[in-house]
């Protein structure tokens, strides 16, 4: 593979106020040995010095968003500056350490430049998980079967994905999916709807006993249920193309 055929990939982490985290998990992620983008998403005073400290290495780029906007607006900001920097992929990995890091190389290894295949990690979750959130995922994992009348999107909540930016950064542009958690659910559906390659690869996931979440019970479940039900209309507008590819996938 030629220098101009390898991609230019660099990692994705969305930071609001993870302060005790990053540090651990962006060295975890040293064994990639790529370049770190970090969108500070309005993290407070504390966690703000922390990612100061930690973007004066110059493998570090610090985006920093004025107030939090969600993490669909840290990636998108991540996105654009990935463009600026004329990369080809960004692997978007979360802040709070809970994704394992010998994981993530699969999916980058081997990487073309003009490769446009969406990348997205489905757990493998060990004792830590809680329960609720095990079996409340299947919500959205049904809801996203629905939307797409296809099992090709495994996971589409896991925060591992890896992005090919030029044509996502055209998704987006028409459809920006959302500011918040949203983003993770509907973006691979409108990808997979315009027809995008979708791969799967396994991650190991641990909940951190002292993890910090920034689910908001009744803000976030109602725009995910928003989210869904724009889905699931645009499924019957786009019935006969659904069902006509289904048709034509070998079994």
């Not at 570090?60 to 004025?66: A, G, I, K």
């Not at 896991?158 to 918040?180: M, T």
Request: charged share 25%; proline share 6%; glycine share 8%.
């Amino acid at each position: 593979m030629s220098s101009e055929d390898t991609a230019r990939i660099a990692v994705l982490v969305p930071v609001y106020n993870h302060a005790e985290a990053i540090g651990q998990t962006l060295s975890r992620l040293e064994l990639l040995g790529l370049p770190i983008i970090l969108v500070d998403d309005g993290s407070d005073a504390h966690c703000a010095r922390v990612l100061d400290d930690l973007a004066r290495d110059p493998q570090m780029d610090l985006v920093r968003l004025p107030v939090n906007r969600g993490k669909g607006a840290a990636i998108r900001a991540g996105l654009a500056r990935a463009a600026e920097r004329g990369l080809t992929h960004v692997l978007q990995v979360d802040a709070d350490g809970q994704h394992e890091a010998r994981d993530l190389p699969p999916f980058v290894e081997g990487l073309r430049a003009d490769d446009e295949t969406l990348l997205l990690g489905y757990p493998r979750f060990d004792a830590s998980v809680p329960r609720h959130r095990f079996y409340s995922r299947y919500i959205t994992h049904s809801l996203v079967w629905l939307a797409t009348l296809s099992f090709d999107l495994r996971d589409t909540m896991c925060g591992v994905k890896l992005y090919p930016v030029a044509a996502v950064n055209r998704l987006i542009a028409e459809y920006p999916c959302g500011d918040r958690m949203e983003f993770d659910s509907e973006l691979p559906v409108r990808w997979h709807w315009q027809g995008g390659r979708v791969g799967n690869l396994p991650v190991r996931v641990h909940y951190p006993i002292d993890g910090v979440s920034h689910f908001k019970l009744w803000r976030d479940n109602v725009l995910l249920a928003r989210m869904h039900l724009r889905l699931v209309l645009g499924m019957l507008g786009r019935l006969p193309t659904l069902l006509r590819r289904r048709q034509e996938t070998p079994s």
